[in-house]
């Protein structure tokens, strides 16, 4: 007999339900909600794989480029928190819902771009469309799962965005090479529109079968309904329920918010400028740029896989964060030295994505182990907009000093620095707060 069918044999009934309930529960929602961010991620930053064509199309520069992809976080971080608490109070099947078919017509509508103001407009107006996602998710998770499920369940979630770039990149490549000139419309026109469509689908099944909350799943039984919440009240015990006026000047959230912040700003530096770092490297032909953009994603979600599990397994959040930010930070100072050599550039910038998206399932695993009620609505929602600050920052920043330098090489090491700011800031969180 193997190990883990005498592990099973040895289940009490009432384990045995739990597990076939969260087991349930895994697969009704988690397919759903990851295949919807991939979707989110693609359509927020296929922009990058636009730029191949676009600018060269429409006479834009490199600070163009960087102000138009960062002004995206300005809309976002604006109606972030107003967002969550709107979801909190009228529950996530409509407010999810209402976000991915209004995210999906907007990025559809960039194929219309014809000047500056154009971009920034819809870009801004994309960023607003789609805040609340993202920390609604986060927080709908919460509804479900206790803290020490959360962790593997959040990687499942998170591994979206390395697979937006996994899927996206060929697929873009793909559109772009192919589909240039298709009935007068250039290949970045058809990139806008044929990667907006799925997001409208999706968000009309969400309408029709995403659960608003445990009883709410006619999938469940009463007994694992029953079984369910009460995980979800022990869990809840040791939380605490802040008071929305001080969301902004708590400081466990303000640590929250820098950490998410200096994450961000990595992030985003990879899935904005990754095709243009190596295209940099001689590749010309997009479809082959976007088959090699699709290592260091895949590679990536091998790593949030491991960390997020061990975290899971030993209970402990703070170093694992700790870890994948000093990865990130190492990949991306690595980059720097990568030169003109693609697999070269491509190994350094594998190991950067293992770090950079790594952190971020373990990263929420943080504020969602001590937050609860309305007030972790807000909170959630005010760090993801601090956070997505970062996204403005390193967009802006690595276009501004390409076009003044020629090259990305200081930006990444600045985004290093930012990196290692997060690491110090993860270091001072107590381990009781968040090791659950």
């Known amino acids: 007999m193997s190990n883990s069918v005498a592990r099973a044999a040895d289940l009490s009934p009432a384990e045995s339900m739990e597990r076939v309930a ?6 009704r929602l988690i397919p759903l ?6 979707m989110a991620f693609l359509d927020r930053v296929n922009v990058g794989f636009a730029k191949l064509q ?3 199309d429409l006479s834009f520069s490199e600070a163009t480029y960087g102000l138009g992809t960062g002004i995206f976080f300005l809309g976002y971080v604006l109606f972030e928190v107003p967002s969550n608490i709107v979801q909190h109070r009228v529950g996530a099947r409509r407010w999810i819902s209402r976000i991915m078919i209004t995210w999906g017509l907007l990025s559809a509508s960039m194929m219309f771009v014809q000047t500056p103001t154009t971009f920034y407009v819809l870009r801004f107006l994309l960023g607003l469309a789609e805040a609340g ?4 998710i986060v927080l709908y998770l919460t509804y479900w799962y206790p803290a020490h499920r959360r962790g593997k369940i959040m990687a499942l979630f998170f591994a979206a965005v390395p697979a937006s770039g996994l899927i996206g990149g060929p697929v873009s490549g793909w559109i772009l090479e192919s589909l ?9 026109q058809w990139l806008f529109v044929l990667e907006a469509l799925p997001s409208i689908v999706l968000g009309m099944v969400i309408l029709l079968v995403l659960p608003d909350g445990i009883q709410d799943a006619s999938w469940l039984s009463p007994q694992e309904k029953s079984l369910l919440e009460a995980n979800i009240k022990v869990d809840a015990h040791d939380k605490h329920e802040l008071q929305l006026r001080k969301i902004f000047s708590d400081r466990r959230v303000l640590v929250m918010a820098g950490i998410y912040f200096c994450a961000t700003t990595g992030g985003y530096g990879i899935s904005f400028w990754l095709p243009s770092i190596i295209k940099m490297t001689g590749v010309v032909s997009p479809l082959k740029i976007g088959l090699l953009t699709a290592i260091p994603f895949l590679l990536a979600i091998i790593g949030m896989l491991f960390f997020s599990r061990s975290a899971d397994a030993r209970r402990e959040r703070k170093l694992h964060l700790a870890g994948a930010m000093s990865i990130g ?6 980059s720097v030295f990568s030169g003109s050599d693609t697999t070269r550039a491509l190994f350094v910038l594998s190991i950067a994505a293992i770090g950079v998206y790594s952190a971020f399932p373990v990263f929420w695993s943080l504020p969602t182990a001590f937050l609860t009620g309305i007030g972790a609505a807000a909170a959630i929602a005010f760090i993801t907009s601090v956070g997505n600050i970062g996204g403005f920052v390193s967009s ?6 390409k076009q003044m330098s020629g090259s990305t090489g200081i930006a990444m090491l600045v985004l290093a620095a930012i990196y290692v700011v997060g690491v110090l800031l993860t270091l001072t969180v107590p381990a009781r707060l968040v090791n659950k």
């Not at 930070?329 to 690595?334: D, I, K, Q, S």
């Open 22 to 27: 969260y087991a349930k529960v895994t697969w």
């Open 33 to 38: 909600l990851f295949v919807s961010y991939v």
């Open 54 to 56: 676009m600018l060269s």
């Open 133 to 136: 996602f993202l920390p609604g």
């Open 180 to 188: 240039s000139g298709a009935y007068g419309f250039a290949g970045w």
């Open 329 to 334: 930070a190492f990949g991306l100072v690595l």
């Open 396 to 401: 802006y920043l690595i276009g501004w000093i």
